[in-house]
């Protein structure tokens, strides 16, 4: 009965964020100096096309604090899940149903790792699936456009690329979320950047009977470092309490 207690919670927590962090905005605030960070997959499941990058994009992100001369305290996935579900317990108990949000419980969590250890602030990253738009072999989203490795099918047989580059549409692409809280709860800044595409794109067919177009999930998700960096500063640059990053 406590175990389904605890996802009911969590799940509740879960609807309020998703509709509680969708822009991107700054309120300020003292610099912080050490910073505990939530892992992948606290607040949010991460979804089932990412799981295979959790552990790259998780080191951007400890990188790009740790060269702001931020002192970054990582949590085990269990231990922080834990602390998230009592937050969104406790939340409940001084709120009600009513009163649960992703920003209440987070205050409560930045009060409590605070009061535990001593940092002075609280990021809590997720990866959500975005709408993305692809043009040709260009896909754009969240601040990012990257190129699609697309391969032809068998029965292809297509000398040119005239089919491949008229293509367009729209499909979910993966991007990082942050929200940054103070040692007193308040939200300090959220923003999002777009990371890697996790698919491409499959023409199978032939002209005589028409092509179909498959987007089969890519072999190695989240390989490029650069990538990543690209969309961990996008989300993170505009807060501007950051320390500057070093050797800048």
């Known amino acids: ?37 939530l892992p992948l997959g606290v607040v949010a499941p991460l979804p089932p096309e990412v799981l295979a990058g959790a552990l790259p994009l998780e080191r951007e992100l400890a990188r790009y604090l740790a060269e702001r001369g931020l002192a970054v ?78 391969y032809r099918g068998r029965r292809a047989g297509m000398d040119d690329a005239r089919y491949l580059d008229a293509l367009e549409g729209s499909f979910a692409a993966p991007s990082l979320q942050v929200a940054v809280f103070s040692a007193q709860g308040e939200k300090l800044f959220e923003g999002t950047g777009g990371l890697d595409l996790v698919q491409d794109v499959l023409l199978v067919g032939d002209k005589q009977a028409g092509f179909r177009v498959e987007m089969p999930p890519r072999d190695e998700i989240f390989t490029d470092a650069a990538l990543l960096r690209e969309g961990v500063a996008l989300a993170l640059d505009p807060y501007p309490g950051w320390p500057p990053a070093r050797g800048r």
């Open 73 to 150: 305290d990582a949590t085990s996935l269990p231990d922080a899940r834990a602390a998230w579900i009592r937050s969104a317990q406790a939340l409940k108990n001084e709120s009600g149903t009513a009163g649960m949000s992703f920003d209440g419980a987070a205050r409560l969590l930045a009060r409590e790792l605070h009061a535990a250890s001593g940092v002075d602030a609280l990021v809590v990253p997720w990866v959500a699936m975005r709408p993305a738009q692809m043009k040709g072999r260009m896909v754009a989203w969240d601040g990012v456009a990257r190129e699609l490795e697309r």
């Open 1 to 37: 009965m406590r175990r389904r207690c605890a996802r009911a919670i969590a799940c509740c927590a879960l609807a309020w964020l998703a509709a509680a962090c969708a822009g991107t905005g700054a309120f300020g605030g003292a610099a912080p100096r050490r910073v505990a960070l």
